[in-house]
């Protein structure tokens, strides 16, 4: 199925959460979502007969200067069809669905994109840091992220 | 003598404590700086938890502070195993919004290079899969042989380990004039060696009875993690980006996707995934027969690159078929000469997640061998 198909089949069922289809070759073709129905959304997307988007690629954080971002690589093992799904949320309030329970291979994605961006989210298990030590502060891919002087009597920055 | 005394208990009344065990972060069957806090119950696993980043070196915060070409020698650093691999869907990405097409020669040695890196990282999987196994000799005869491969590549591009050979547009400079007759003769090499694997090793009875019906990964499991390549294949998943989203020019090659079949226990046990990896290595070979055959002589590889690598604004997601299993960058330029961020799909990442659940249940010797199968690198892990 190409893009333009998904996205009419997606509008069709879920209407206003389907936010736009964007594209501008050779840029990929993503589609924007409303994050409050993300979940309902990736699980159509996952089990629905023609798409069966079964395999995620790729999760990514992203800093949109004001806001922040989520990119999900679906992937699909029968049709081997791709399609990307964004999903943007404020600084102030960055709370996105997790689709944890979905993929179980976001479990650390989404850890990743937590420690990295500081993006919440909801509903997963065990959303600690992942790459950074535990008790890390401050989320070190932000554009505007600041590097700590020293850690635990360890100077950082040599 | 005196007698035995009898004792009267009953097995089903003996408390056992569960114990919580660290492996690592500094041992050798860990395969580098990976800590697993084990949960035991006797010598049964009950709960892994892997943690990790103990070699987190900012990749991709150091990417947007470089220019796009001074990403490469970053990337390399991935992988440090198969770094030619590490930079191809890198290169692939960068061109592909640049809109470059480069010449035939140049995708001919690309792969070529890739992989003769496929083998090099096939050799060191099963090499110390037979090490965690105890098993030291065949260790030492695929060193020797990946030594060779080494060689070729720091004829062709200076390095051994980390290249910086493929560059966006092009390669770093043209291969060597001895490049045909060196390859030839490593591949030989490479099949004869894998005959003497196969009975060293592989087909081995201590070796199976260590790896058969061990960690088995069903495929819908393996396809919910995330799992790709040789982890997958193992589970008879024919995932292989080669053939299923061709990239280059895969498409003009003959060569089979490689299963798991349970020959000699379940599909998707330790054995399985590394027989996948043994019989890649002769799928390798015949797709660089293959690309010597068909590659051109004529041409000049530093001929298509760019002057200014300024991508216009866009993102893109470039994935290959890394030894380990997909490899993709997510790309996204704002139309000036650094990226705007670059996000490394790291493979052994992804595979290194489904370790907990294929581990649970079996001995603790068990582990180190599901952990052995599903080849990780931390720095790839850990970026």
């Known amino acids: ?74 992937y699909s093992m029968k049709y081997k069809h791709t ?24 479990d650390w994605h989404e850890r990743e994109a937590y420690d990295l961006f500081g993006v919440i989210f909801e509903g997963h298990h065990n959303l600690i840091r992942i790459l950074n030590p535990y008790d890390w502060e401050g989320y070190p891919l932000r554009k505007d992220y600041k590097t700590p002087e020293e850690y635990h009597g360890i100077k950082v920055p040599y | 003598m005196g007698e035995l005394k009898k004792v009267d208990f009953e097995y089903s009344q003996l408390n056992s404590e569960r114990m919580r065990l660290n492996v690592g972060p500094q041992h050798p069957s860990t395969h580098g700086v990976l800590r697993l806090e084990v949960e035991l119950d006797g010598e049964i696993v009950t709960e892994v938890v892997p943690h990790i980043g103990y070699l987190h ?8 502070n470089m220019t796009y070409p001074q990403v490469i020698p970053y990337v390399d650093r991935m992988d440090y195993i198969c770094s030619m691999n590490n930079e191809l869907p890198y290169v692939m990405g960068v061109e592909k919004m640049l809109g470059i097409e480069v010449p035939e020669k140049v995708e001919y040695i690309r792969v070529i290079f890739s992989e003769l890196n496929r083998i090099a990282n096939h050799q060191i999987a099963i090499a110390t899969f037979g090490l965690d196994a105890g098993a030291f000799t065949p260790f030492l005869y695929l060193f020797r042989d990946r030594e060779f491969i080494l060689t070729i590549f720091e004829k062709a591009s200076g390095g051994r380990l980390l290249y910086n050979y493929f560059w966006v547009g092009g390669l770093a400079h043209d291969v060597h004039p001895t490049f045909k007759e060196d390859i030839r003769w490593i591949v030989k090499r ?46 008879g998943l024919p995932f292989d980006l080669r053939k299923d989203a061709p ?27 590394n027989i996948v990896r043994f019989h890649e290595i002769e799928e390798s070979c015949r797709i660089i027969e293959q690309a010597l055959e068909q590659m051109p002589d004529e041409g000049d590889v530093r001929e298509k690159l760019p002057k200014k690598i300024r991508p216009p604004q866009g993102e893109i997601y470039s994935k290959a078929e890394n030894p380990k299993g997909e490899l993709g960058f997510y790309i996204v330029s704002n139309g000036k000469d650094k990226p705007e961020r670059v996000k490394g799909r790291g493979t052994s990442f992804v595979n290194l997640s489904v370790l907990p659940e294929i581990s649970k249940g079996y001995l603790f010797a068990d582990l180190i061998m599901i952990l052995g199968s599903i080849d990780i690198v931390l720095g790839e892990v850990d970026r």
Request: charged share 25%.
């Open chain 1, 83 to 106: 399609i990307v799904l964004k999903v943007t949320v404020s600084k102030e309030n960055p709370n996105v669905p997790s689709v944890e329970r979905i993929w179980r291979t976001a």
């Open chain 2, 190 to 235: 490479v099949k004869e060696t894998n005959k003497e694997i196969a009975d060293l090793l592989l087909y081995n009875k201590i070796f199976i009875e260590r790896t058969a019906n061990v960690g088995i990964l069903p495929a819908d499991v393996a396809i919910n993690y995330g799992c790709s390549g040789p982890v997958a294949r193992g589970s």
């Open chain 1, 1 to 74: 199925m190409i893009e333009q198909e998904i996205y009419n089949k997606l509008k069709e069922h879920f209407g206003d959460a389907i936010v736009e289809l964007k594209e501008a070759p050779p840029s990929d073709p993503f589609i924007q979502v409303n994050p409050e129905r993300l979940q309902d959304i990736c699980l159509y997307l996952r089990d629905e007969g023609d798409m069966l988007f079964d395999y995620l690629s790729n999760l990514s954080g992203m800093d949109l200067a004001e806001n922040l971002g989520v990119v999900y690589h679906l």
């Open chain 2, 57 to 64: 070196r900012c990749f991709e915060k150091h990417c947007e």
């Open chain 2, 247 to 273: 990239y280059s020019i895969y498409d003009r090659f003959d060569f089979n996707v490689v299963t798991g079949r349970g020959e000699v226990g379940t599909v998707g046990d330790c054995w399985d995934r």
